[in-house]
């Protein structure tokens, strides 16, 4: 297969290779554990190439188009389907592409850092089955240009996630965790097919693109748009519907975990993109960005505050995930309150959406890391609870110092990545209403201290009788946190490169819904 050619059907590669190799891991893994974790690291670092090759694409050339089973597969519209856009359409613009880094970049990290971190669990083909499985989901969230492809892609992503959730377990808390979090998933997708049967049922279209050029803004419109914005805040973990959060990310896996995060935020991206793209001016913009405001002053407030008191250390990063979550939602909500007011999108709508696109990317990298860390510390002490911890700086020095790294990011700490973007939010979101910038601040001051007594507790003081045997994990979890530390740092130290490369190009493709539809039907 030569360069053009990978490059022209990469985002089909993106899908296919861990599908296949998802599929086969069953019948790998009876040759022998070498080749099946050499099975799945092989099928991880393909994909990730093959984002990197479609997210480069993409940024130098313009959003690419792919449709499946077409002679062309450039054409949104190809010659023979009567002008309509009827099969399946992957289309991806800088938006998707930086989801589609995000994704290669912590899924290679996880995979690494399973191959030592899982290897005492049983049943370890389901494991990497179910992983591959989650990680096509991912990806075609944030590819696909046709509302049901997405519902597609979010249950199997759901279903993945669910099992995944109960692997461990865990005297049948771990099932608890997985079937709440697989119930509440169903809700939510079923909201979703709803709505996408309210679009097909007006407009007789699937495609987001070919919607969005007919979208009249009806009152069945209004209620697709309620349903798509419940839905998937939910699956993003956003306050008053973050129930599920807490379970799910503190009974899962450590490494699992790092990647629930990023399937939460494939949601996330979800729900910007039915905002953006599907609704855009014909939206009543201020009343729904401050319903997206509101749900990230909540998910900020509640969450560290929810915080704060946890003794078990994945329940208390669970509950910082979602205080994160409402950063995001907070600096695009305000870049979609002044969509329609030109001036003030210039003066600073604008930076705070893309400080809050940054901080998705952020949030993903020191998250994972932090989840990481934790996943190392209780692969060592064998529990969770902080209050039986303590000392262990002493014996895993490298664990600790990735964890002060990712600490100091979530708590926007200069110079790590988590400074950079919550000082976009903090400049721009004041200007907007002061008031929402000090809660932002103070939050993190909260932040702060939270993490300072989660360092306290596990790694200062003598070292616990308990832990003398407990020593530094293998090379493999170091590797996969050391790739996640090195991005928190190299976006903390280089930020406005970033921005100016990835994250400018993401927020002027999400904001522009003329050129969105204009790539899709203009291929005709």
Known sequence: MNGDLIVQNAPALLIAVPLLAAFSMPLVGRISRFARNLWAVLAMGFTAFFAAVLAYAVYTTGTVIYVFGAAAPHLAIPLDSGGIPVRIVFTVDAMGALMELIAAIVGLSVILYSLAGDSGRSRLESYYTLFLLMITAVFGMVSTGDLFNFFVFLEISALASSALVAYRIDHGRAVEAGIKYAILSTLGALLVLVAVGIFYGQYNFLNIAAIASRMQYTLLDEIALALLVGALAMKAGAVPMHFWTPDAYSMAPSSVTAMLVVTSQAS?????????????????????????????????????????????????????????????????????????????????????????????????????????????????????????????????????????????????????????????????????????????????????????????????????????????????????????????????????????????????????????????????
């Open 268 to 524: 996330l991206y979800g729900l910007f993109r039915v905002i953006f793209s599907l609704y855009n001016i014909t939206l009543n913009a201020s009343t729904v960005g401050w319903i997206i405001i509101v749900l990230g002053v909540l998910s900020m407030v509640v969450g560290v505050t929810m915080a704060l008191p946890q003794k078990d250390v994945k329940r208390l990063m669970a509950y910082h995930a979602i205080s994160q979550t409402g950063y995001m939602l907070l600096g695009v909500g305000v870049g979609i309150a002044v969509l329609n007011d030109p001036a003030a999108l210039s003066a600073f709508g604008f930076t705070a959406m893309s400080g809050g696109i940054f901080h998705i990317f952020n949030h993903a990298m020191y998250k994972g890391l932090l989840f990481l860390t934790a996943g190392a510390i209780i692969h060592r002490v064998g529990h969770q609870d902080m209050n039986r911890m303590g000392g262990l700086g002493h014996t895993m020095p490298f664990t600790m110092v990735f964890f002060i790294i990712g600490a100091l990011a979530i708590a926007g700490i200069p110079p790590f990545n988590g400074f950079a973007s919550k000082l976009l939010i903090y400049e721009s979101v004041f200007l907007f209403n002061p008031l929402l910038s000090i809660i932002a601040m103070v939050v993190s001051v909260l932040t702060l201290a939270s993490f300072v007594k989660v360092f306290h507790s596990i790694f200062m003081g003598p070292r616990l009788p308990e832990y003398t045997e407990a020593e530094e994990v293998p090379l493999s979890m170091l590797v996969g946190m050391g790739i996640l530390a090195a991005v928190v740092i190299v976006f903390g130290i280089f930020p406005e490169v970033v921005v100016n490369v990835l994250i400018e190009p993401a927020a002027r493709a999400l904001v522009d819904q003329g050129g969105y539809i204009a790539a899709v039907l203009g291929g005709a």
